[in-house]
């Protein structure tokens, strides 16, 4: 299995408060996504990186903010969290990119209330 | 833009039984990929497959990519089978773009 961690597993928010998801990867790989699952959506990228403080929007990407100053992590900040932000966030890695497979983490399941 | 549509959208089977899974992509790909997000939520890798065909134990993937589609075989399911089925597909950049996923249940 990929080595990948997401942290929290599971949290519950109240809307209007910053919450910071955690991805960390063990394979040194290059490229860094954020995703969300919804109900009838299938999976949408939010962010991703390609690189060390190089970032890059997805299609899903208002609302949020991501940091990579290392290359084992990847954090996805919900600047002040909505009820419409409520989803599992998936976490995935590539080792450069297009051409090479991508692993994904285990999710992490936020409630905003 | 971009579309990647699976069909079909759910499928009920009785174990024991064979399946076909097909996705289909609008533009020419630079990879492919099945996965099996299984009753807990986990993703799990199946196939990479930009073409040609590729066969692990009851699975098989099959991508023909000048005619942009890809089909994922399973013979003789099992109740572990159940599960959504995605393709995701990158369109020349660096962004992995999913189809909205099959829904297999395995019907004991």
């Known amino acids: 299995d990929a080595g990948i961690t997401q942290s929290p597993r599971h949290k519950v928010t109240e809307t209007g408060t910053p919450v910071t998801l955690r991805c960390h990867q063990t394979e040194n790989h290059r490229y860094m996504y954020w995703y969300r699952q919804d109900p009838g959506h299938g999976l949408r990228l939010i962010h991703y990186?390609?690189?060390?403080?190089?970032?890059d929007k997805g299609e899903v990407s208002d609302g949020y903010s991501v940091s990579r100053s290392k290359t084992e992590d990847f954090l996805l900040t919900l600047e002040s969290a909505t009820s419409s932000q409520t989803s599992v966030y998936f976490c995935?890695?590539?080792?450069?990119?297009?051409?090479?497979?991508?692993?994904f983490g285990q999710g992490t399941r936020l409630t905003v209330v | 833009g971009i579309q990647v549509e699976q069909s079909p959208p759910d499928l009920i089977l009785q174990e024991g039984a064979n399946s076909t899974l097909r996705c289909n992509f609008s533009d020419s790909v630079n990879n492919l990929q099945w996965f099996h997000q299984n009753p807990w939520g986990q993703l799990i890798n199946l196939f990479y497959?930009?073409?040609g065909t590729k066969q692990n134990g009851r699975l098989s993937a099959t991508t023909v990519a000048t005619e942009r589609y890809s089909l994922l075989y399973i013979s003789s399911s099992q109740t572990t089978d159940s599960g959504v089925y995605f393709c995701?597909?990158?369109?020349?950049?660096?962004?992995?773009?999913f189809g909205t996923g099959t829904r297999l249940t395995i019907i004991p």
């Open positions: 497959i930009p073409s």
């Open positions: 990186s390609y690189g060390v403080k190089d970032t």
């Open positions: 995935a890695i590539s080792a450069i990119g297009r051409n090479t497979e991508a692993f």
């Open positions: 995701a597909v990158h369109f020349g950049n660096e962004k992995l773009t």
